[in-house]
């Protein structure tokens, strides 16, 4: 094939990195290359001169960029992209990673993968971008019309069986658990390498068609878990990156029922924390509409609490009745049957609910049945939920303070408190700040100086 030179015509320092990397002479590379481009149907003649042109700043046509790849990440045992091997040739701008719902199974492992490690490089762009309402929702549309992937299996690098399956679902339920006793500011790196590190070398690697979609259905939930937790450490613009991901790589799992679960856990929970109840209710009902039939009873519970956290952002008190009224229907369905659902559903329980509720009551400016549903979920969540009770308390607080009950409040408060000193979490932090706001029109009270020199105190 003929060649292009590069804009710059620099020399790829990508490229000779990863030959490096990969230990690999310019001849190996090319005969790989062909022997790549050959089970795609494609007759390839390259040799140990053309690799030198490539590296010199030369790239080839067509499919080429993405066939090379594809032969070094053999190679490496992980998924190589076309950026990473500096032939992008502005295809596939940085800014971008992440934020595309790719057609094809091996776009999406690409995707994925680029992201996960543009985010160990901590690179800027990952970081410093806002969230637009549009990047959450047009996902959604895509994945509510997009077919189920016909196939997922490999046949290219190191065997992948169901015990690797096992093992990542382990370490994730093991991060969880640090997650929710510690907050995300403490667990987060160990996520995102093991990810890169581990993760990316078995998406890369060979498995038969049942066990690739156990595969994907794993790795979709620990990349929506390091969603949430970019969330926790103060970086939305990263975690709508993460949540596009998991949900694409649920499709590929073949799971509408998770996939639903990233729109109303995940992406809705974001919009709410931006303050875009439109988007929150509109994304509750994509989950609800695409997986209907699919799930069990208390993922349906949870769709519908997370409609009705938009609506009382909306200040529409009548459709949040109707959404959180089916809520509790599908809870009290569910029952204690813990053995019909899916793992990533069955922390959802009276208190997770009674803690979405209280957050709408307290929208509504419903102070009393705030109060209530914040007393509820407290003394329903475990002592393991330290982040959770954290949340809860200033959940409660805040009604009390609406309640002008000003004492009780910065008792409350300074409870929340204690716990707060144990996690390392941003949304901890924002609830304590909005409770701070809220407590300022009593700025002169002694509780209420008493409570903001405990708090210099514990920031000191």
């Known amino acids: 094939m003929a060649a292009r030179p590069l804009v710059a015509r620099q020399p790829n320092e990508r490229l000779q990195a990863l030959i490096q990397e990969a230990a690999c002479s310019n001849a190996g590379l090319a005969r790989r290359v062909n022997m790549c481009g050959a089970e795609h149907g494609l007759d390839l003649r390259y040799d140990k001169t053309s690799v030198a042109r490539w590296l010199r700043g030369q790239q080839p046509r067509g499919r080429a960029p993405g066939i090379i790849a594809e032969a070094l990440g053999r190679k490496l045992g ?21 934020l595309q719902f790719s057609p094809t199974v091996l776009g999406a492992i690409e995707q994925v993968c680029e992201l996960w490690r543009s985010d160990v490089g901590r690179r800027d762009f990952l970081s410093g971008t806002s969230v637009a309402s549009s990047a959450l929702v047009e996902p959604s ?15 290219a690098g190191a065997r992948v069986g169901s015990s690797d399956v096992d093992a990542v679902r382990a370490t994730t339920d093991a991060l969880v658990e640090l997650d929710h006793r510690y907050g995300s500011g403490h667990v987060r790196p160990v996520v995102v390498h093991y990810l890169n590190s581990v993760v990316s070398g078995l998406l890369a690697g060979s498995y038969r068609e049942s066990v690739g979609r156990e595969l994907f259905a794993a790795v979709a939930r620990l990349t929506e878990l390091a969603g949430y937790m970019a969330v926790d450490t103060g970086q939305p613009g990263l975690a709508q990156r993460y949540y596009i991901q998991a949900l694409r790589l649920a499709q590929a799992a073949g799971d509408r029922g998770y996939g639903g679960y990233v729109l109303a856990a995940g992406m809705s929970h974001l919009a709410a924390s931006l303050g875009n109840p439109r988007e929150i209710a509109q994304l509750a009902k994509a989950a609800q509409e695409g997986s209907r039939g699919q799930v069990t009873p208390r993922a349906e519970a949870m769709f519908c609490a997370a409609e009705a956290r938009g609506h009382a952002l909306m200040g529409d008190a009548r459709a949040f009745q109707v959404a959180a009224g089916r809520a509790l229907h599908h809870l009290e369905q569910a029952g204690g049957k813990d053995g019909e659902d899916p793992a990533w559903i069955r922390h959802f329980d009276h208190a997770y609910l009674a803690d979405e509720l209280a957050h709408c009551h307290r929208d509504l400016g419903q102070a009393d049945q705030a109060r209530r549903q914040a007393e509820d979920a407290i003394a329903g969540h475990p002592e393991g939920r330290v982040r959770r009770r954290a949340i809860g308390m200033l959940l409660l607080a805040t009604a009390q303070v609406q309640q002008r009950d000003v004492d009780e409040a910065c008792s409350t408060g300074s409870r929340a408190l204690e716990l707060l000193g144990t996690l390392r979490s941003n949304r901890g932090a924002e609830y304590l700040e909005d409770f701070q706001q809220r407590l300022a029109p009593y700025r002169e009270e002694p509780v209420v100086r008493e409570f903001g020199a405990r708090l210099e105190m514990q920031a000191a």
Request: aromatic share 2%; hydrophobic share 40%.
């Open 141 to 155: 549309r895509d994945w509510l019309i997009t077919g189920a992937d016909p196939q997922v299996a490999r046949n």
């Open 78 to 98: 992980r998924t190589v992209t076309i950026d990473e091997i500096g032939m992008a040739n502005g295809k596939n701008l940085a800014s971008g990673v992440g």
